[in-house]
């Protein structure tokens, strides 16, 4: 199942796959049954074509699953995304990083975004959790940022504390909210883009995807 | 016209498109069924909501979880979007118009939502607050819409309190206004002390009294259209 499942996602466009045991972190008793998470990256900009893209891979991931009679909830990388659906209610109660840090595929960076050793913060998200049998990949346990500090020195709003995230305080605060989201709004009339990302293109992990 | 074959092929595969939470084949049938000249209400009632009734079974025997359930609903929906611009509006001798919401404070809106597709089902003219909504407006959209009822929905203790206010304040200024009250603290005592005409406490049991209440619609439907017919 593993194998088959990460070799289909793979073929299908994804750029990296992962399995996670989410056992010890689902306490939402809606879907406490699901104790194992699919996380799907995808190295592209967020825009309509990837959101296409992460959609029909979601959508091979849940048929296979049904296929084999396992139960399964699939959410896309952006919740307020599209049409209303009555699934998205389920959408808040799990989130693409907690899935993505425990199927191994990288660790929360200073800046707050989850760092792949090979692709960086440049990977979106989808994850499927399932009660299919999957065998777990394993965990990050902690930050790999290392030395670095690009990305605190070079945020233009300050916003980055420069803390270090683990899978054991999982909620350090890593990033001022606030700072970014008044520096964003701020610069909008100035410079026309609705997003900074600087704190994306500093970082020294999968810089060669840049210019994908 | 079409065969009674292939009415039966049809209502069949979008029962189960509901069943197996398949947005892609309800979208599927509910246009075949358009196609092959199918009266959109019985595409929506004998095919669609017999689905949903199945799952409610489902959902209680505890084969269909949460998610399957909102999965059902959304599939429900996907056709329903394509069959209700034909849908010829019910001759019922009632005004289907209710005004629905989660009071004040509280954000569990799911029991409240499917409670929601299931007038949107019947034809009623929905009008949905959301969650957390403040008190008064309820009594406000009621008086605006005229709405014959109104739903009120809250998941904790602490907000359901909210409810009888909304009662008293709608039944005092116009007490043929039915109320029905749902979510997991109420009970059917509390129902009654506080002069709601209906209750259910969850997500399960609205959908089963909304169906019953779908299900005597179509009872006077038939009857309706029996007596035109006579």
């Known amino acids: ?212 | 016209m079409t065969t009674e074959e292939k009415r039966e092929e049809i209502l069949k595969k979008l029962r189960d498109a509901v069943i197996q939470y398949d947005e892609d084949v309800a979208k599927e049938a509910a246009q075949e069924a358009l196609d092959a000249g199918l009266d959109a209400n019985d595409a929506i009632f004998n095919g669609l909501v017999n689905g949903m009734e199945e799952v409610g079974r489902l959902f209680e025997a505890q084969e269909y979880f949460v998610p399957e359930l909102l999965m059902c609903a959304d599939a429900l929906y996907a056709g329903l979007d394509i069959l209700k611009p034909h849908v010829k509006k019910l001759d019922l001798g009632i005004k289907g118009s209710v005004v629905i919401g989660t009071v004040e404070g509280d954000v569990h809106d799911i029991g409240k939502n499917i409670v929601k597709m299931m007038f949107d089902v019947a034809g009623f003219d929905v009008y949905d607050l959301g969650k957390d909504v403040p008190l008064d407006r309820f009594v406000e959209e009621q008086m605006k819409t005229d709405s014959d009822l109104v739903c009120l929905s809250a998941m904790m203790t602490t907000t359901m309190v909210g409810m009888k206010k909304v009662i008293d304040s709608i039944k005092a200024r116009n007490p043929n206004v039915k109320i029905m009250i749902g979510g997991a603290p109420v009970s059917q005592d509390i129902a009654e002390k506080w002069g709601a005409d209906g209750y259910s406490p969850d997500a399960n049991n609205a959908l089963k009294d909304a169906i019953n209440m779908i299900s005597s619609l179509k009872k006077l439907k038939e009857e309706a259209e029996e007596k035109k017919g006579s």
């Not at chain 1, 990256?41 to 048929?63: I, Y």
């Not at chain 1, 699939?74 to 699934?87: A, D, L, Y």
């Open chain 1, 1 to 212: 199942m593993n194998d088959f499942l990460r070799e289909a996602l793979l073929k299908a466009g994804a750029d990296v796959v992962g399995f996670a045991d989410i056992e010890r972190e689902i306490l939402d008793p809606e879907i406490s049954h699901l104790n194992r998470a699919i996380s799907i990256g995808v190295c592209r900009k967020l825009n309509e074509d990837t959101l296409r893209l992460h959609a029909s891979l979601r959508k091979k991931a849940s048929s296979i699953l049904k296929t084999n009679g396992y139960r399964y909830l699939s959410i896309p990388p952006v919740h307020e995304n599209g049409k209303r659906k009555f699934i998205a209610s389920l959408y808040p109660l799990f989130t693409h990083r907690i899935a993505a840090t425990s199927a191994g595929l990288g660790w929360i960076g200073r800046n707050g975004l989850l760092i792949n050793p090979e692709y960086g913060p440049r990977l979106s998200f989808s994850t499927v959790l399932t009660d299919a049998p999957l065998i777990p990949d394993s965990p990050v346990e902690q930050c790999l940022c290392g030395e670095c500090l690009l990305c605190v020195e070079h945020c233009p709003a300050g916003a980055i504390i420069g803390n270090e995230w683990s899978r054991d305080n999982p909620y350090v605060e890593l990033v001022i909210q606030d700072r970014c989201e008044i520096y964003k709004k701020n610069m909008r009339p100035v410079n026309g883009r609705s997003n900074c990302g600087l704190c994306i293109n500093i970082c020294p992990y999968g810089r060669k995807w840049i210019s994908k």
